[in-house]
Structures are given as C-alpha cells and as structure tokens.
C-alpha cells in the first residue's frame, strides 16, 4: 500500500540547486560529475522564462524536480516541451511526477496569461530511451500523451517522442 505524503510544488529558487543535482544524479546515466551537472542546471536557470524549473517539496525538503522549455519563440500559441522530470528514488510510486506535471503547468499557465493574455498553451513531451515505461505510462495517464516518433540510436539508445495534443484556451472551447 502507498504510503501518503504532501507535496507542494513551487518554481525553482538558487537555494534548491544542490538538492536537485543530487536527484539528477541518482536518476540519470548522462553526466556524471556533480560540478558539471550543476553548471548544467545554473547555464538552464540563466536561459529563464524560456527555461522553468519547479521543485516538488515534501516536509521542506526537494523531493523531485521538473524542467519545461519554450519552443519556437514566444508565440500566441505556446509550445512546451518537457524536458526532463525526475523524483527522489525514496518517493517515487507516491504521485510525486504527476503533482509536478499538474503543478507546473498551472504555473506555466499563469505565466503565459501575465505574458500575453489569452494565449493558448500547448505541450511537447519527450522521453529518453523507448525502455522508459514509467515515463511513458505516467505521461501517457497524466497528459494523454501518445508515442508520436522514435529517434534510433540517439544518446545512449532510442529517443521515444511522446506528443500530448494537450492545450488550454482559455478565449475558446475545444467542444
């Protein structure tokens, strides 16, 4: 049975970086030097607000973070790509990544309303390694997300692209 825990989610502050390099480096293969990850993140932090960090919280402490990144210029319609999520490997399987995909995206859509009202939202997630079938179900259950592609041999194996035709509007209705 799942243990229940509260999470907050919130944007990314300076002093949550050492947290969310250590997360980084218990859940990814990629770089693994702590200094350069952390470059990595501040070089990210710096590229603000085509590049938003949020941080999930539980007690206080980082439990997870989520990285989005702008595609194709600040634009009425707003495309996203979800470029990297990762959890604590102690609070994974709790609801940690779908409070920050939820959270987040109500942030970004804050955001884009105070930047150009009325501007429609829309997302772009991308998972590393087609082997990934946590990251796929959770984006698969949370967003809808579909496999829309697959990039051989890229990285360290395949690259799976996952679209979620998700948007929001808030001038018009979908129906």
């Given at each position: 049975m799942e243990r229940a825990i509260e999470v907050y989610v919130k944007p990314m502050e300076q002093g949550h970086l050492d947290d969310i390099v250590k997360i980084y480096l218990s859940s990814f293969k990629?770089?693994?030097?702590?200094?350069?990850?952390?470059?990595?993140?501040?070089?990210?932090?710096?590229?603000?607000?085509?590049?938003?960090?949020?941080?999930?919280?539980?007690?206080?402490?980082?439990v997870g973070y989520i990285l989005w990144i702008e595609k194709g210029g600040f634009r009425e319609e707003s495309v996203w790509e979800l470029e990297q999520i990762a959890v604590d490997p102690g609070f994974r399987g709790l609801g940690v990544g779908r409070r920050l995909i939820e959270d987040s995206i109500s942030y970004l859509r804050?955001?884009?309303?105070?930047?150009?009202?009325?501007?429609?939202?829309k997302l772009i997630l991308v998972s590393s390694g087609s082997s990934n079938e946590i990251a796929r179900?959770?984006?698969?259950?949370?967003l809808g997300a579909r496999e829309e592609a697959v990039l051989r041999d890229f990285y360290r194996g395949d690259e799976v692209i996952y679209i979620a035709r998700y948007h929001t509007d808030r001038s018009t209705s979908d129906a």
């Open positions: 990629g770089m693994r030097s702590e200094d350069v990850v952390k470059r990595w993140f501040e070089c990210n932090m710096r590229a603000y607000p085509r590049m938003q960090y949020f941080v999930a919280l539980s007690e206080g402490r980082v804050i955001y884009l309303e105070r930047r150009q009202p009325r501007s429609k939202l179900r959770l984006y698969e259950k949370v």
